[in-house]
């Protein structure tokens, strides 16, 4: 069962078994006795639960679990489904990866059977015709293939019944087409779920039929014996499958255990213990930086309020494509290399773990014990709030008897299985086996993430069949996304990857779902890796994982390339075990006689003071040796030659699996612990909003504003220190030289990564081109000559339509953009090179005009300013250093006009009116189309990201700069505020 090869080879008719054979069954031995991930007959699987007292019960009634391997099961259905007579009793529905570009259709990621989930996938491009068009259209939903075909040949009444189904037979083999024949991935009976909706076929269509009803009906009397009892079945039922389908992989096959198991709640209490004290301690989690690198790209093109559908953004032509390292088609996206700290600077949190196993080394000592000291020092400091929405924490548990559990004389062995991006993913395919799933979905569902975003749980069709076993789980969620399988939009809780949307803010990437109006949090529900899954699933499970913090594994930073790590142990729980890394020597050719490599060995063992038992260990792969035993030795030997990265780990006690004993002796355990904060299941379910917050652009305002048209967009690239002396000294001159060919201009600051000005002006296409263009080359050069500027870029301007309230906004937007670009160019010519004015000061004055100018009812802008800027201890100390400065320049009334006190020229007096009247007429714009209801966005919104450029403006980007001018502002508004409370307070009288 587990390996056919090695069967064949030990029943050779000559009996004799060769060295090479030998091992490979010794290897297998070792895997029975020592591995706990469940593998055919070799582990297996049981529920366990908790209570007052330990009980482990291990009989020997284990029920045996087989159905078809998924690569041999596809590769039937891929066959059958392109047959005429299956495909008529089928329904189809179409692929939402497939794109339509260029007059043609495409599908990059094409799930094939017999395939290796490593290689590259299939392509597909057809042509784009007017039956495929509709073809697509009319089976945008679930249609049986017959009514999908008699549409088709009604509307083009000119093309014959076999043309229309010769071209959906061409849909449904390259998978443009999707069938119901291909099995769900939550279905546990795959083989009936085929056997069912080809239930109405007569014999004479399909003969093979009778024949895939007695494997079915053999795999049932299969699992019906007890193990080792069901040899002749076996092969009778694996026989037949290669008839109807030769395969390398014929059945799956997994063991339910006959155990009993309670524990004590003591072992419960310590599981959390240690998955907190892991998360107390995990280094500061990083998004990965091609995902951060692509998060600076998105908020570069689209800002942080623009919503993006998914599959738009993801492609290359409409929006940025995909992020580096994707491979499912490849991306064209180059990844960047995250800056390396300096060798020599390494982190506290480095430094002291490498301290630790230093001197673990130097005492000879194989163990460091955690204290709440050093605990303390390796707090990360991160807010409960960031713990994962849901994890698994793998363990073993040991002790030599249940006694031993219940008085608490036990460990627990925390093994490095990260199970982040995944709900429930342990027990994906083990769920229906264990009779467990309807618990666990309700645990499940209990979940509130911190986000408060809604938990999706995504599923797709893998690269090849045989790892489409591990991606079969239950829903565990309310809400799902398909990709790849066939699935009904229309049933409660199913959503469709045309249905999602990107947004940024300036921490991360976020994906909302269209219909539902909220932020959604997609997850797998089982283990497999999203690396080879199709892109726009790898990209959501990537923005899901970016705001995830730790998990509950042992990280030892930059002390993990040490040879020797200590285990690390917190009360009764081994944090980590002993671990060694062998030395590169041992990776020898295989001409190195074995005695030689043994006296090597040796010494390297002796060396390290390396114990007898040990764990060969490479990722999840988990063999225990005896190095005292010349046969482990070669095993070890031929593994490290194979597999460099293998190391050793310490080997828990063996008398330490005593308490889970049976016929057979002490069996070694992994526990798996399903958890959640516990913020996460005692939160009320978060409301969501009845309409979608948020509206999509239309085709048109997609496409922005390339040079030729109404806008020219320029960066001008040159360093930040050179910035304000191009504004306050040169840009006025350009903007006055074109004045009569512009009707409205700004600009920004930016980086991206290089500092740069971005200069957008607007009027009449031929005008710009033929008058303004050459202007901006001749002072964009004396600026170059001047050794102020470098390059400059002409690009495409796509207007934040959301941020400032949409279509209809924009332009009156924009003309407040036009007068803030004019009030900052002439306030840095008259303020600009003045010491005693900090640029906090000038920014907090003018954020006190724009607001006056936006709210100018009594109290109004007041009121505004202190909810939308809550004092910051941190930031309010700016106030107080320059609090008369502030007082004085901010003053009590709600005047919009220009301060006296801050001596501006007569230019920047009135660049700041004009700026209040755009403000105010701005403001009206959006009060109209707010009672319309065709405002995008709220007042409050628009006018937080006016401040927030304006800060961009005379300062540039900098969130502490910023922070520091708001806090000026409410502290002074807060201080005229209280001062006019207190002289209209009625003086107390004494009696």
């Known amino acids: 069962m587990s390996s056919a090869s090695l069967s064949g080879a030990l029943d050779r008719p000559d009996g004799r078994v060769t060295p090479r054979t030998a091992q490979a069954m010794s290897r297998y031995l070792l895997r029975m006795a020592t591995r706990t991930t469940p593998f055919g007959l070799l582990a297996g699987t049981a529920a366990a639960g908790f209570g007052d007292a330990a009980k482990a019960v291990l009989g020997t009634a284990h029920t045996k679990a087989a159905i078809p391997d998924m690569n041999w099961l596809l590769t039937l259905v891929e066959r059958w489904q392109r047959e005429p007579r299956v495909l008529h009793r089928l329904r189809v529905v179409a692929n939402d990866l497939a794109t339509v570009r260029g007059g043609r259709v495409e599908l990059a990621f094409v799930s094939l059977a017999e395939a290796e989930d490593t290689r590259a996938p299939a392509a597909v491009s057809l042509r784009h015709s007017a039956p495929v068009q509709a073809a697509l259209e009319a089976a945008a939903e679930p249609v049986s293939f017959p009514e999908l075909a008699e549409s088709l040949r009604r509307s083009f009444p000119h093309a014959g019944g076999e043309t229309v189904g010769g071209l959906l037979r061409q849909l449904v083999k390259h998978q443009i087409l999707l069938t119901d024949l291909v099995p769900p991935p939550d279905d546990p009976d795959p083989l009936g779920h085929v056997l069912r909706v080809l239930s109405g076929i007569p014999h004479e269509d399909l003969p093979e039929l009778s024949e895939l009803r007695t494997v079915h009906d053999e795999l049932a009397v299969y699992r019906g014996l007890a193990p080792g009892e069901g040899r002749q079945v076996w092969k009778s039922v694996t026989t037949r499958m290669r008839r109807l389908q030769p395969s390398r992989y014929l059945i799956a096959a997994d063991l339910r255990l006959d155990a009993r198991v309670t524990l004590p709640r003591e072992v419960a209490a310590e599981a959390e213990r240690a998955a907190g004290i892991l998360l107390k301690i995990a280094p500061p989690t990083q998004t990965e930086p091609y995902l951060a690198q692509y998060h600076q790209e998105f908020l570069e093109r689209y800002g942080t309020e623009q919503p993006v559908p998914l599959l738009t953004l993801l492609d290359p032509a409409t929006g940025l494509g995909v992020p580096a390292t994707y491979q499912y088609p490849p991306s064209e996206r180059q990844a960047t290399s995250p800056p390396q700290p300096a060798p020599h600077h390494p982190s506290d949190r480095d430094g002291l773990l490498t301290s630790l196993a230093q001197a673990a080394a130097l005492e000879r000592s194989l163990e460091v014990e955690l204290t709440d000291e050093l605990i303390d020092r390796l707090d990360n400091g991160v807010d409960a709030d960031a713990a994962p929405d849901f994890c698994d924490l793998f363990t073993a548990l040991l002790a030599r008897s249940c006694e031993d559990l219940d008085s608490g004389d036990f460990r627990l062995f925390v093994h490095d299985m990260p199970s982040g991006g995944s709900y429930a993913g342990a027990y994906g395919r083990f769920a229906r086996l264990l009779g467990s799933a309807d618990e666990l979905t309700s645990f499940v569902q209990q979940v509130r993430p911190a986000s408060g975003a809604l938990p999706v749980q995504v599923s797709w069709r893998p690269l090849g069949g045989h790892v489409s076993n591990l991606a079969r789980a239950p829903w565990w969620l309310r809400h799902r996304l398909s990709v790849g399988w066939f699935d009904d939009r229309g049933c409660p809780g199913a959503l469709g990857l045309d249905d999602l949307v990107v947004t940024a803010s300036t921490e991360r990437l976020h994906v909302y779902s269209r219909s539902l109006g909220q932020e959604v949090a997609p997850s797998r529900g089982h283990l497999l890796n999203c690396l080879s899954a199709p892109n726009p699933v790898r990209f959501l499970i990537d923005v899901a994982a970016s705001r995830a913090a730790a998990q509950p594994v042992w990280d030892w930073g930059s002390a993990a390339a040490l040879p020797f790590l200590p285990r690390v142990r917190y009360g009764r729980s081994v944090l980590t075990p002993a671990r060694w890394l062998p030395d590169p020597s041992l990776r020898d050719g295989p001409d190195l006689p074995l005695a030689q490599w043994a006296d090597r060995f040796t010494d390297w063992r002796r060396r390290w003071r390396v114990p007898r038992h040990v764990v060969m260990k490479f990722m999840d792969r988990r063999i225990r040796i005896d190095l005292n035993e010349s046969h482990h030795l070669d095993i070890l030997r031929r593994e490290l030659r194979e597999v460099p990265h293998t190391t050793l780990v310490e080997a828990p006690d ?338």
């Open 654 to 991: 063996a008398d330490g699996y005593g308490w889970l004993s049976g016929s057979g002796g002490a069996h070694v355990n992994e526990l798996v612990f399903p958890m959640v904060p516990r913020r996460a299941r005692h939160e009320a379910p978060r409301q969501r909003p009845a309409e979608p917050a948020f509206r999509l652009r239309s085709p048109e305002h997609s496409l922005g504003h390339a040079p030729g048209s109404e806008w020219l967009y320029a960066k001008l690239y040159c360093p930040r220190a050179a910035q304000n002396t191009i504004l306050a000294r040169h840009l006025s001159r350009l903007v006055a030289a074109v004045a009569g060919e512009v009707d409205r201009w700004f600009f920004l600051r930016y980086h991206d990564p290089e500092s740069h000005l971005r200069l957008r002006f607007h009027g009449d296409p031929t005008a710009l081109a033929a008058r303004l263009l050459p202007a901006l080359h001749g002072w964009a050069d004396g600026l170059r000559r001047a050794r102020l500027a470098g390059t400059l870029v002409l690009d495409t301007y796509h207007p934040e339509l959301e941020r400032y309230g949409g279509p209809a906004a924009i332009t009156a937007a924009e003309e407040v953009f036009h007068a803030d670009s004019m009030a900052v160019l002439a306030q840095l010519a008259t303020t600009g090179d003045d010491p005693r004015v900090p640029p906090e000061l000038v920014a907090a004055v003018n954020f006190a005009g724009i607001v006056r100018a936006f709210h100018p009812a009594h109290g109004a802008a007041a009121d505004w300013l202190l909810a939308q800027y809550p004092k910051d201890e941190k930031h309010h100390r700016m106030f107080r250093t320059h609090r008369s400065e502030c007082l004085r320049l901010i003053g009590p009334g709600t005047a919009a006009g220009p301060p006296p006190g801050l001596d501006l020229s007569a230019d920047a007096a009135a660049s700041w009116r004009a700026r209040s009247v755009a403000v105010a007429r701005y403001r009206q714009v959006l009060r109209e189309l707010e009672h319309g209801d065709k405002a995008w966005g709220t007042p409050t919104h628009a006018l937080a990201s006016v401040l927030h450029m304006h800060h961009n403006r005379l300062i540039g980007a900098d969130r502490t700069s910023e922070a520091q001018a708001q806090a000026m502002t409410r502290g002074a508004v807060q201080a005229h505020q209280d001062r006019a409370n207190a002289l209209n307070r009625p003086a107390s009288r004494t009696h």
